[in-house]
Each structure stands twice: as structure tokens, then as C-alpha cells.
T-cell receptor, first 116, second 116 residues
């Protein structure tokens, strides 16, 4: 079974600075997807960024980028120019590329606090 | 489209009572997922449907839990004889039934259950 580990329960960053959230995972599959989801307080979860395992190039979405190290099974999220609205719980998630059983497996999350 | 909706948003019940939650997915999505999220943790997969067929159930889904998606549209999750350990946020997500990147899951706001 796949597992996802987020070793940082909480992180803080100063507004306009850069922060990196860590994630490691364990799988025996070669084809899969990795995601970072954002869950603001009392609001629904939204997708921040997605990485296909077969792609060597790291995904980027505006101020958000990932560092995907397939051999090390590491998938970190970098947030540049942090904004107050980035404050939320961030979840790293894994999904198999199989047609069936493509449920998401989540880590325990990292609370990100942004200081003004 | 207004996205995934869930009803009710909050439910307080006494131990031993039955509760039912509803999820309305994005209209063209044929896959629907239920997850459970306890305080400070990541969501855990419970079950998923493709159209009206329930294709996978987690071991977390005890005999007291039942989920249906009778016409392949909305879904209900019922918990019988609730226990205090059932207190959690119940999240619903939907996706297009495609492997690969198109299988992105969209989440609803969740139903927060408190069992007293």
C-alpha cells in the first residue's frame, strides 16, 4: 500500500518570502500522480499543483513549484512571494495511474502560517 | 456549474442515532468519492462509485456505514448507531472517469459530524 509522509506539522513564513513544504511517499508503482492540495480554515480543499511521475520536468503554477525527486520518492512544494492568503493546511497526496482504484492517499498535512 | 455540494454542512447527533449525508457531484462527473477527515489529519478514503456501481470500499467502512448512488448522480452516506469515534469531517469529491491527469478530483465543503 502507498503511504505519504509530511514531516513538518507546522511552518511559518514572512510575507513575500519563500517557503518549502516537504513530502515523501512510498510506492512500488512506476506510474502515478502527486498533488499538493490547500485547505484554508473552514473552506474546501482545492488543488494547488499536480505532477505526473513520468515527467522529469518539475511542475510550476505561478508562485507554486515542486521539486520532484522520483528516485528519492520526494515531492516538495515551494511557495514564492508568500501572501497572507496562502495561510492554510497543505496536503500532499498520491494517486495511482491505474484505471481503477485511483483514490487519493493523503499525508497528515502541514499548517502554513504567513506573518505580515 | 456550482461545484460539488454537500448537505448538511454540520450535524450534531447523539450516540446511537442514525445519520445520513448527501453529496451532489459536478454534473458531468461519473466518479464520486467519500473521504473522512479527523481533526489535524489528512483525509482517508472510504469508498468510491463509478456511475451507480460501488467499486471500492476501505476497511474503514465498517458494517455501520453504507453508501449509495442510486442513479449515478447524487450519493448518500449513512452511518447507523453512531459512535463518538465517528465524529469527523466527511468529504465528498467527484471526477471524470478518466485515468491520467483528467481524473482530477474536486472536493465539496464537507459535512462535519459531531457525536455526543
Amino acid at each position: 500500500a502507498q503511504t505519504v509522509t509530511q514531516s513538518q506539522p507546522e511552518m511559518s513564513v514572512q510575507e513575500a518570502e519563500t517557503v518549502t513544504l516537504s513530502c515523501t511517499y512510498d510506492t512500488s508503482e512506476s506510474d502515478y500522480y502527486l498533488f499538493w492540495y490547500k485547505q484554508p480554515p473552514s473552506r474546501q480543499m482545492i488543488l494547488v499543483i499536480r505532477q505526473e511521475a513520468y515527467k522529469q520536468q518539475n511542475a510550476t503554477e505561478n508562485r507554486f513549484s515542486v521539486n520532484f525527486q522520483k528516485a528519492a520518492k520526494s515531492f516538495s512544494l515551494k511557495i514564492s512571494d508568500s501572501q497572507l492568503g496562502d495561510a492554510a493546511m497543505y496536503f500532499c497526496a498520491y494517486r495511482s495511474d491505474m484505471e481503477y482504484g485511483n483514490k487519493l492517499v493523503f499525508g497528515a498535512g502541514t499548517i502554513l502560517r504567513v506573518k505580515s | 456549474d456550482t461545484g460539488v455540494s454537500q448537505d448538511p454542512r454540520h450535524k450534531i447527533t447523539k450516540r446511537g442515532q442514525n445519520v445520513t449525508f448527501r453529496c451532489d457531484p459536478i454534473s458531468e462527473h461519473n466518479r464520486l468519492y467519500w473521504y473522512r477527515q479527523t481533526l489535524g489529519q489528512g483525509p482517508e478514503f472510504l469508498t468510491y462509485f463509478q456511475n451507480e456501481a460501488q467499486l471500492e470500499k476501505s476497511r474503514l467502512l465498517s458494517d455501520r456505514f453504507s453508501a449509495e448512488r442510486p442513479k449515478g448522480s447524487f450519493s448518500t452516506l449513512e452511518i447507523q448507531r453512531t459512535e463518538q469515534g465517528d465524529s469527523a469531517m466527511y468529504l465528498c469529491a467527484s471526477s471524470l472517469g478518466l485515468a491520467g491527469a483528467r481524473g482530477e478530483q474536486y472536493f465539496g465543503p464537507g459535512t462535519r459530524l459531531t457525536v455526543t
